[in-house]
Nanobody, 127 residues
Framework: QVQLVQSGGGSVQAGGSLRLSCTAS????????VAWFRQAPGKEREGVAA????????YYTNSVKGRFTIFQDKAKNTVFLQMNNLKSEDTGMYYC????????????????????WGQGTQVTVSS
């Protein structure tokens, strides 16, 4: 059974930093796509960043490039989202998602229709 457990998040002032984590179990972690999504009130969910665990390939949506970093700790089956220079528009509920794949790449992991999702964590950035 696949389980994704998220931690991190919270409230921070603009310009601050937060780190989210997502620990996966039940997936073939050595060949998996893991992504972070967010949803602001009244807006559609959007993909933020994605990572292919097989080769650490990463993909970012334009609005977070240079500010967010997705990376993994293979020994702990955990993917992190380091968020720096946060802006008010980064506010929202953040979800991680994961799936085992036979093959992956950065862009593939970004557009994948994920079957498994974490519980979500709130990020609030005040200006």
């Amino acid at each position: 059974q696949v389980q994704l457990v998220q931690s991190g998040g919270g409230s921070v002032q603009a310009g601050g930093s937060l780190r989210l984590s997502c620990t996966a179990s039940g997936v073939t972690y050595s060949r998996a796509c893991v992504a972070w999504f967010r949803q602001a009130p009244g807006k559609e969910r959007e993909g933020v960043a994605a990572l292919y665990t097989g080769d650490d390939a990463t993909y970012y949506t334009n609005s977070v490039k240079g500010r967010f970093t997705i990376f993994q700790d293979k020994a702990k089956n955990t993917v992190f989202l380091q968020m720096n220079n946060l802006k008010s528009e980064d506010t929202g509920m953040y979800y991680c998602a994961a799936d085992s794949v036979d093959w992956g790449s950065d862009s593939y992991c970004y557009v994948l229709e994920y079957n498994y999702w974490g519980q979500g964590t709130q990020v609030t950035v005040s200006s």
